[in-house]
C-alpha cells in the first residue's frame, strides 16, 4: 500500500513509529507511514495499560494526550514491533460487524463510473471488501473504514449535501464511512443501513470503533 | 432539609446562549467524541466551593449575562467569572458569593461588564442527565442537554456541604491576552517569518468565535509545506491554521481531528482566559520552552 518502504527490525517484525513529537504540555503525537500502521499502533498500544487519557488514531499519526511520562512513552513507541507489512492489523476483538446495507445510494452510478465498472461490480467490490475501522472524527461514532485499494478512491463532492441521513454509507478518498446520525456531508452515497452505530447510552457507545473488523453484506430492503 | 427530588431551577430567562457544563467527557476521543466542559475551569470549580459542591459538580455557563432563574426551594447559589450584576429579586448581591434564595425567588445576572462567560453554582449541583459520563452541553457534536431554554426545568441534587467563604476570589483582567504557548507539532510546516509574525502580532478576535474556538485575524501565518496534511488528533489549546493562514484556538467543544497543521499549543494554564474574549479583543501568543529541541531523534532517513 502507500507509504515509505517499512524499516525491517527483527525477522516477521518491524517498528512502525518513525517520529514521535511533542504535542502541548502533555500530549506527543506517533508518526506513521500509512493508515493502516496508524490503525495496528493504535491496536497495539490500546491493549497495553498506558498511562495516558486519550488515544486518537488518525490517517498518519497516533495522538496520546494527558500522557503521564511522555519520555518513557516516547522510547516504547519508537520501539514497538509489529508484524511485516501485509499482515492485517490484529483487531481489537476477533468479531467482524457485518453492516446489511442497501446499495440504492444517489453517488453509486458516479462512483461506478470512476470505477469504470457496473453498478453491480460496485456493490460486488465492494461487499467483497475485508473493511477496518481506522479511526473515528467529524461526529461521535463517525467511523472511516479502510480496505479499498488506492486506486478505488474517489473525490468528495465538490458542494456537501446539506443532510445526510443516518445510517447513509459513503465513500470519500480511500475511505469507506457510515454516518452515524444525520448531518451535513461531503460523502459519495452509495447505499444506507438501517444498523444503529451509535448509541451514548450503551456501554459501548460506537457500533464501529477503531479497530473493528467491517463487511457490508447486500441487503434488497 | 428539602428533599433531593424538589430541587430544581427554573429557567426564566436564558439570556444569549447559557450551558451546562462539568469537566465534560473524558475517554471517548477516539471514537470522534469532543471534550466539551467549562471553559474557564478555575472560576467554574470556585463558584462550586462556594457553594459547599464538590469542584466537579455541573454548573451552569452563562455567555454575556442576561440569565433569570427561579427556585421552588431553598437553594444557595455562586456567581464567578465574568463580572455580571448579580440580584435576588431586585436586591444586589455580592459576585463570587455564596448567595441564599428563598422559596419561589428569583435570580438574575445582569450584562456582563467585564469577561464573556459567568458560572453559576448551585448547592447539589445541575442534576440532568449524564451523557458519556458528563452532563456538559456539547455545542459541536449536540451531545448532553441542549442549551437553556426560557421555560426550561433543570433538577438540582441534594446539598452536599456548607457553603465556603470567599476569599481570593479572582476577576477576569482587562487588556490584551497574553497566551503562553509550545511551538509544534507541525510548526515545521511554516516559515521563519510567519512563526515570527505569531509571537509578534497582535491579533484581534473575531466574531465567529465560539466554545469550539477563537478565530483570529492578522496578518497571515505562511506556510513552508504546501502539502495537504492528513487528518490527524487535536489537542484542547491548538494553534490551527487552516488555508487561509489565520490562526483558530481551539478550545473545549473543539473536533476531536483537523486536516490543517496546528502550529503550537496553548498553555493549559493560560486557556481560561481563552473564555472570557470577545469580538474586537486582543490576544498575543509567547512561545515558550522550544518543542524543536524536544523532539525525539528523528530516525526516518
Same mark, same amino acid.
Given at each position: 500500500m502507500s507509504g515509505p518502504e517499512p524499516r525491517r527490525h527483527l525477522r516477521g517484525a518491524r517498528r512502525p513509529v518513525q517520529r514521535v513529537v511533542p504535542v502541548g504540555e502533555r500530549a506527543l503525537l506517533a508518526e506513521v507511514g500509512s493508515v493502516e500502521d496508524a490503525t495496528a499502533v493504535y491496536v497495539a498500544v490500546r491493549a497495553l495499560d498506558l498511562e495516558v487519557a486519550e488515544v486518537v488514531p488518525a490517517a498518519r499519526t497516533v495522538?496520546?494526550?494527558?500522557?503521564?511520562?511522555?519520555?518513557?512513552?516516547?522510547?516504547?513507541?519508537? /520501539?514497538?514491533?509489529?508484524?511485516?507489512?501485509?499482515?492485517?492489523?490484529?483487531?481489537?476483538? +476477533?468479531?467482524?460487524?457485518?453492516?446489511?446495507?442497501?446499495?440504492?445510494?444517489?453517488?453509486? $452510478?458516479?462512483?461506478?463510473?470512476?470505477?469504470?465498472?457496473?453498478?453491480?461490480?460496485?456493490?460486488?467490490?465492494?461487499?467483497?471488501?475485508?473493511?477496518?475501522?481506522?479511526?473515528?472524527?467529524?461526529?461521535?461514532?463517525?467511523?472511516?473504514?479502510? /480496505?479499498?485499494?488506492?486506486?478505488?478512491?474517489?473525490?468528495?463532492?465538490?458542494?456537501?449535501? $446539506?443532510?445526510? $441521513?443516518?445510517?447513509?454509507?459513503?465513500?470519500?478518498?480511500?475511505?469507506? +464511512?457510515?454516518?452515524?446520525?444525520?448531518?451535513?456531508?461531503?460523502?459519495?452515497?452509495?447505499?444506507?443501513?438501517?444498523?444503529?452505530?451509535?448509541?451514548?447510552?450503551?456501554?459501548?457507545?460506537?457500533?464501529?470503533?477503531?479497530?473493528?473488523?467491517?463487511?457490508?453484506?447486500?441487503?434488497?430492503? | 432539609m428539602t428533599s433531593g427530588s424538589r430541587r430544581r431551577l427554573r429557567v426564566v430567562e436564558p439570556g444569549p446562549s447559557t450551558t451546562v457544563q462539568d469537566r465534560g467527557r473524558h475517554g471517548c476521543a477516539h471514537l470522534g467524541v469532543p471534550r466539551s466542559g467549562w471553559l474557564d475551569a478555575a472560576a467554574a470549580t470556585l463558584a462550586n466551593r462556594l457553594v459547599g459542591n464538590p469542584e466537579d459538580c455541573a454548573v451552569l455557563e452563562c455567555l454575556l449575562g442576561g440569565l433569570v432563574l427561579s427556585t421552588d426551594t431553598a437553594l444557595t447559589v455562586a456567581v464567578t467569572g465574568a463580572d455580571t450584576p448579580v440580584r435576588v429579586g431586585s436586591r444586589p448581591v455580592a459576585h463570587g458569593a455564596a448567595v441564599s434564595l428563598g422559596a419561589g425567588q428569583s435570580f438574575s445576572l445582569g450584562r456582563a461588564v467585564h469577561g464573556a462567560r459567568s458560572y453559576v453554582a448551585v448547592s447539589g449541583g445541575v442534576r440532568v442527565e449524564p451523557v458519556l459520563g458528563s452532563r456538559s452541553t456539547d455545542t459541536l457534536s449536540g451531545l448532553g442537554p441542549p442549551r437553556l431554554v426560557a421555560g426550561a426545568v433543570l433538577p438540582v441534587g441534594p446539598a452536599l456541604g456548607l457553603p465556603a467563604d470567599s476569599s481570593a476570589v479572582g476577576r477576569p483582567q482587562a487588556g490584551p491576552v497574553v497566551l503562553r504557548c509550545r511551538l509544534g507539532p507541525r510548526d515545521d510546516w511554516f516559515t521563519a517569518e510567519a512563526l515570527a509574525t505569531l509571537g509578534s502580532t497582535v491579533y484581534v478576535v473575531q466574531p465567529d468565535s465560539d466554545r469550539v474556538a477563537i478565530r483570529l485575524d492578522g496578518p497571515p501565518l505562511v506556510r513552508a509545506d504546501p502539502r495537504e496534511l492528513p487528518s490527524e488528533g487535536l489537542v484542547l489549546g491548538a494553534v490551527q491554521v487552516p488555508a487561509d493562514g489565520l490562526p483558530l484556538v481551539f478550545l473545549n467543544d473543539h473536533p476531536t481531528t483537523g486536516g490543517y497543521p496546528v502550529v503550537a499549543v496553548v498553555d493549559e494554564e493560560d486557556l481560561g482566559r481563552c473564555a472570557h474574549l470577545l469580538p474586537g479583543d486582543q490576544v498575543r501568543f509567547t512561545p515558550v520552552g522550544g518543542a524543536r529541541g524536544e523532539r525525539a531523534p528523528d530516525r526516518s532517513r
Open positions: 495522538l496520546f494526550d494527558g500522557v503521564a511520562d511522555r519520555e518513557q512513552l516516547s522510547r516504547l513507541l519508537l /520501539g514497538l514491533d509489529l508484524p511485516v507489512a501485509g499482515v492485517p492489523p490484529t483487531p481489537a476483538a +476477533g468479531t467482524v460487524v457485518e453492516v446489511p446495507t442497501r446499495y440504492d445510494g444517489a453517488d453509486l $452510478p458516479d462512483v461506478a463510473e470512476a470505477w469504470d465498472m457496473t453498478l453491480a461490480e460496485v456493490v460486488r467490490t465492494h461487499t467483497e471488501t475485508a473493511f477496518v475501522v481506522a479511526f473515528c472524527g467529524f461526529a461521535p461514532g463517525f467511523a472511516y473504514c479502510t /480496505g479499498l485499494p488506492p486506486e478505488r478512491a474517489v473525490p468528495r463532492l465538490d458542494t456537501p449535501r $446539506p443532510r445526510v $441521513p443516518a445510517g447513509s454509507v459513503g465513500l470519500a478518498g480511500e475511505f469507506t +464511512g457510515v454516518y452515524p446520525t444525520a448531518s451535513p456531508g461531503g460523502w459519495r452515497l452509495v447505499g444506507r443501513t438501517d444498523l444503529t452505530l451509535w448509541d451514548p447510552s450503551a456501554s459501548e457507545p460506537a457500533v464501529l470503533a477503531p479497530g473493528t473488523q467491517v463487511r457490508f453484506v447486500a441487503v434488497e430492503r | -
